[in-house]
C-alpha cells in the first residue's frame, strides 16, 4: 500500500478512536505518524512482524510516550502483534494507555515512556549494550528543553554509538504554545553538529526523504551518529486546529471532527483510484 494512502487510514482511525473515548494527544500523534509508518516499512531496520517473533529486531524507543496512539495504531495495521487493537485503547482490557506500557504480552515495546527527556538516555544504554543491533529513540522538539536529553547526547557522541539514530518530531509546538515563540531553540541542526553528529534536516511527511536517511543510517558507514531533524505539523490533517497548542491536550469540535473525516475520506478515494 502507498504509504501517503496508509498514512490517511491510520490518521482517520486514531482521529475517531482519541475523539470517541476523549484521550489520546492528538497534535503530536499526528505529527509523528510518517515517521512511524517510515521506519516500519522502509524496509532497512528489523521491525517486521516476524523479527519481533524471532526476537532478533531492532529497537525502537517512543521518548515522547504521549503519541502512543499512532504507534499502537500502526502495529494495529500491520498485524505486528494481535496485542494491538484501537478498540482497547485505555481501556481495562489491556495496557494501550496513553504511554507505552510494557508487560509481558507486548514485548514490542522496549520500554516504557511518559516523563519526557528518558527514551533518549535509555535508548543509549540500549545502544552500547547492544552494539550488533540497530536503536532508533523518537523524541520531540519540546523535549529537548530537557536536560537529561543533552547529557545523554555527550554520551552518545563521546562513544560515537553509530547504531543509535535520533529522531527529532520537530513540529514547533508544546503545551503552552510555539516554541520558537516561547524559548526559541534557534538553530538545531548547528547544536547538533557541534557535539559531532551527522545531521539530516528533512521534511517529516515525505517518506522518501524519511527512507532515504533512515537507509543512509542503516548501512553502518557513519562515522558520527546521526540525528534526523523532522520537520512536521502539529495535527496534520485536523481541520482548524493544524499547528495550534489547543491539539496538543484538545479535541476538534463535532463539526471539525466531521469535516476532518469527510476530507480525509476524499483524499483515501482519490488515491484509492490510482
Known amino acids: 500500500m502507498n504509504n501517503y494512502l496508509l498514512s490517511l487510514k491510520i490518521k482517520k482511525k486514531i482521529l475517531q478512536t482519541a475523539f470517541e473515548k476523549r484521550k489520546g494527544h492528538l497534535g503530536g500523534s499526528l505529527s509523528v505518524l510518517d515517521i512511524l509508518i517510515s521506519l516500519f516499512t522502509c524496509g532497512h531496520l528489523k521491525l517486521n512482524k516476524k523479527d519481533f517473533i524471532k526476537k532478533n529486531n531492532d529497537k525502537l524507543i517512543l521518548s515522547k510516550g504521549h503519541t502512543a496512539i499512532a504507534l499502537y495504531a500502526l502495529m494495529e495495521h500491520l498485524n505486528i502483534s494481535s496485542y494491538y487493537k484501537l478498540?482497547?485503547?485505555?481501556?481495562?482490557?489491556?495496557?494501550?494507555?496513553?504511554h507505552p506500557t510494557l508487560t509481558k504480552n507486548n514485548l514490542e515495546i522496549s520500554c516504557e515512556t511518559g516523563a519526557l527527556g528518558h527514551g533518549l538516555p535509555i535508548?543509549?544504554?540500549l545502544a552500547i549494550a547492544n552494539s550488533k543491533k540497530k536503536v532508533v529513540c523518537?523524541?520531540?522538539?519540546?523535549?529537548?528543553?530537557?536536560?537529561?536529553?543533552?547529557?545523554a547526547l555527550f554520551f552518545i557522541a563521546a562513544k560515537k554509538l553509530t547504531?543509535?539514530?535520533?529522531?527529532?518530531?520537530?513540529?514547533?509546538?508544546?503545551?503552552?504554545?510555539?516554541?520558537?515563540?516561547?524559548?526559541?531553540?534557534?538553530?538545531?541542526?548547528?547544536?547538533?553538529?557541534?557535539?559531532?553528529?551527522n545531521v539530516d534536516e528533512i521534511d517529516g511527511h515525505?517518506?522518501?526523504r524519511i527512507g532515504n536517511s533512515i537507509k543512509k543510517f542503516s548501512k553502518n558507514k557513519l562515522s558520527k551518529p546521526?540525528?534526523?531533524?523532522?520537520?512536521?505539523?502539529?495535527?496534520?490533517?485536523?481541520?482548524g486546529m493544524e499547528n495550534t497548542?489547543?491539539?496538543?491536550h484538545g479535541f476538534p469540535s463535532q463539526k471539525q471532527f466531521e469535516q476532518t473525516l469527510n476530507k480525509i475520506d476524499k483524499q483515501?478515494?482519490?488515491?484509492?483510484?490510482f
Open 268 to 273: 483515501i478515494k482519490s488515491y484509492e483510484k
Open 163 to 197: 547504531n543509535l539514530l535520533i529522531i527529532v518530531d520537530c513540529n514547533n509546538f508544546i503545551t503552552l504554545g510555539k516554541i520558537s515563540n516561547i524559548l526559541s531553540q534557534n538553530n538545531l541542526k548547528k547544536k547538533f553538529q557541534s557535539f559531532n553528529f
Open 87 to 98: 478498540e482497547d485503547f485505555n481501556s481495562s482490557n489491556k495496557s494501550l494507555l496513553e
Open 206 to 208: 515525505n517518506f522518501n
Open 123 to 125: 535508548s543509549s544504554g
Open 245 to 248: 497548542a489547543a491539539i496538543h
Open 226 to 239: 546521526m540525528v534526523l531533524l523532522c520537520k512536521t505539523i502539529k495535527g496534520k490533517g485536523i481541520i
Open 138 to 151: 523518537v523524541i520531540g522538539d519540546g523535549e529537548l528543553f530537557e536536560g537529561s536529553n543533552w547529557e
